[in-house]
């Protein structure tokens, strides 16, 4: 039987310290949350492996979903700077991993998923493992969440192509987005700041991550 305190412990010290990782209430929120927890029964023995891991096949209406590696995710949590005033929007729950985490260091969490199965299972492994200041909403992730904004930190749990206006525009002023755009190894982590109605970006690191669905650029047409 895997022993996953053990293997959480191994995960923060092998994976996230060692990845500039130095905020302590960031690594305590990792060394906290049971990954397995936020994964199907046939994965949860993976839970700790340095690697993005599946936690929805692909259909033909969908991309597969998966859950991010673990030293990405806390560079990219990292770079958030959430405090316990902060109203978060996650786009992207999956099973609610990432949504899990930035509970413990927010004032609340909204997280906003488009596949009703993924957004079940983190609404129930919320009220299972007591994360009761993070809520799920079914809704197209490219939209976000407007009813419940405006949002100090929202953060996309996956890779992008482009930030759409509608997101930007539910952060608060003052507020950030941090997002991984682009894809591949070319993809970069990004800030994303909202300052007197103007939205500025700056990169800070490479990121190779998953894409998440919903966020490719629209085609332009060339006459």
Same mark, same amino acid.
């Not at 990405?72 to 005033?85: C, W």
């Not at 976000?144 to 929202?154: K, Q």
């Not at 997002?179 to 500025?200: L, N, T």
């Given at each position: ?6 293997? =959480?412990?191994?995960? @923060?010290?092998?994976?996230? =310290?060692? !990845?500039?990782?130095?905020? $302590? ?7 906290? @949350?049971?990954? &397995? ?22 259909? #033909? ?7 991010? &590696?673990?030293? #990405?995710?806390?560079?990219? *949590? ?9 109203? @978060?929007? @996650?786009?992207? +729950? ?26 079940? +299972?983190?609404?129930?492994? %919320? ?12 809704? #197209? ?21 482009? *930030? ?7 952060? =608060?002023?003052?507020? =950030?987005?941090?997002?991984? &755009?682009?894809?591949? $190894? ?12 103007? %939205?500025?970006? !700056? ?7 998953? #894409? ?8 332009? %047409?060339? %006459?």
């Amino acid at each position: 039987m895997m022993n996953f305190e053990t293997a =959480r412990i191994k995960m @923060v010290e092998n994976q996230i =310290r060692t !990845t500039d990782v130095t905020s $302590h209430p960031v690594i305590s929120a990792f060394l906290s @949350v049971p990954r &397995e927890a936020f994964l199907p029964p046939e994965m949860k023995a993976l839970a700790y492996i340095d690697e993005d891991i599946p936690v929805k096949a692909a259909t #033909p209406e969908s991309p597969a979903r998966y859950m991010m &590696e673990p030293s #990405p995710l806390a560079k990219l *949590v990292q770079l958030m700077d959430v405090d316990k005033e902060d109203v @978060v929007l @996650v786009v992207g +729950a999956g099973e609610g991993y990432a949504s899990a985490i930035l509970s413990l260091l927010a004032g609340s969490v909204v997280a906003v998923e488009s596949d009703a199965d993924l957004a079940e +299972a983190a609404s129930q492994n %919320f009220l299972e493992l007591g994360y009761d200041n993070a809520a799920v909403v079914t809704g #197209p992730l490219e939209e976000g969440c407007p009813s419940e904004a405006p949002y100090d930190v929202i953060f996309i749990n996956g890779a992008v192509e482009y *930030v759409p206006e509608a997101i930007l525009e539910q952060l =608060r002023e003052g507020g =950030r987005l941090v997002c991984v &755009e682009g894809f591949g $190894h070319a993809a970069r982590a990004k800030v994303f700041r909202r300052e007197d109605d103007i %939205f500025s970006d !700056t990169a800070f690191f490479n990121a190779a991550v998953k #894409p998440l669905p919903g966020f490719v650029r629209p085609k332009e %047409f060339v %006459f």
